[in-house]
């Protein structure tokens, strides 16, 4: 005689399995693809070479500015000295504006070597930006390797659930395999509940005895009154 509590559960038993190998395959799947710490580490490197392109085009602005300043402070030198000017007005005008454009010469230097200071760091910021990304996709590297290998075996593992899977159902009666279906959507998945000790293991009700022996005896499916689950003695 065919126990058609046993056949149900032990195709409960590989529904649950397959259940647990898809949980695992989309978890796998939100972990694929880049990650979190490799974007952020992306992002900062990006960062700090955009800083260094700013500080460059800086710096180049501020050596034109204070080449320019200086050529203009050697041409006012040179009138001062050359004989050019001879009316003391203008010899001290002279003087003046060269003094002036020494001035900006010297804060623009001042400016240039703040400038380099800024970009030296920089510069070490991104080698240990680079150090830090390559250690990062490393890594990363190596679990996305993993988790592609994991993901073939449990496709593999799933391919064999199913064939298995399909190979029980084919046995069980119809209607019960509706019953089953039915009761295990609404349960969460356990349509079967095992008997231990004269209680039903879905609800953690204690049994009447009838309902006991009936369950025991195999004689067709017998529903727990109180979950209403299909009891499996084992």
Sequence with gaps: MVN?????YELQEVDLEIEAKRQMLAHIKGRLGESEALIQARARLAGERERLSELEGRLKRE???????????????????????????????????MEHLKARQGERE????????????????????????????????????????EREGLFGALSSLEN?????????????????????????GRAIAR????????????????????????????????CGRILYTG
């Excluded at 058609?4 to 149900?8: D, F, V």
């Excluded at 200086?70 to 005008?93: F, H, V």
Aim: aromatic content about 4%.
């Design 63 to 97: 050596e034109w500015e204070a080449e320019n300043v200086r050529a203009r402070a050697e041409t006012m030198e040179g009138r001062l000295y050359d004989g050019s000017a001879r009316n003391p007005k203008e010899l001290e005008k002279i003087q003046q504006e």
């Design 110 to 149: 001042d400016i240039i070597l703040d400038i380099m200071i800024q970009i030296d760091s920089v510069q070490k910021n991104i080698s240990q930006r680079n150090a830090e990304l390559e250690h990062i996709e490393r890594e990363w590297r190596g679990e996305q390797k993993g988790l592609l290998e």
């Design 195 to 226: 008997v231990e000790q004269g209680m039903c293991q879905g609800c953690h009700i204690t049994l009447p005895v009838s309902e006991f022996h009936r369950a025991r005896g195999g004689e067709g499916l017998v529903q727990c009154s109180s």
């Design 164 to 188: 298995r899977r399909g190979l029980l159902a084919s046995h069980v009666d119809p209607g019960s395999l509706e019953l089953y279906e039915l009761l295990r959507e609404r349960k969460q």
């Design 4 to 8: 058609e509590a046993k056949q149900l």
